[in-house]
């Protein structure tokens, strides 16, 4: 179930943000004063960090690419890592509540 929650907090996540173009994406997130795209990265990056735990393998850092519309593509793949990497429900659980904890801070 945990791999499902996670899915579809991924998917709630996507669905908000994915017309955004660059401005909308620069503005201040409403959970405070940085970039809702600095937000979405760090996100991003958590679940990269996750997945490359579950893998037992190093963590690295996740490029920050020119044009944020790129974000919820990374975030898509990084979840998908860690879903492949077969982590415990507790860690998918975990990354559910951090993705939605975020679509909350935009």
Do not use: F
Request: aromatic content about 2%; cysteine-free.
């Amino acid at each position: 179930m945990s791999a499902a929650e996670l899915d579809r907090a991924v998917e709630l996540l996507v669905r908000r943000v994915g017309h955004w173009q660059q401005p909308r994406w620069a503005a201040a997130a409403e959970a405070g004063n940085v970039a809702r795209a600095d937000l979405v990265h760090k996100l991003v990056q958590e679940i990269a960090n996750l997945a490359a735990d579950a893998e037992g393998g190093p963590r690295r850092a996740v490029p920050r690419l020119d044009n944020d519309l790129a974000l919820p593509d990374q975030l898509r793949v990084v979840a998908a890592d860690l879903v492949a990497a077969g982590p415990p429900d507790a860690v998918l659980a975990g990354a559910a509540a951090a993705v939605t904890a975020t679509r909350s801070a935009l």
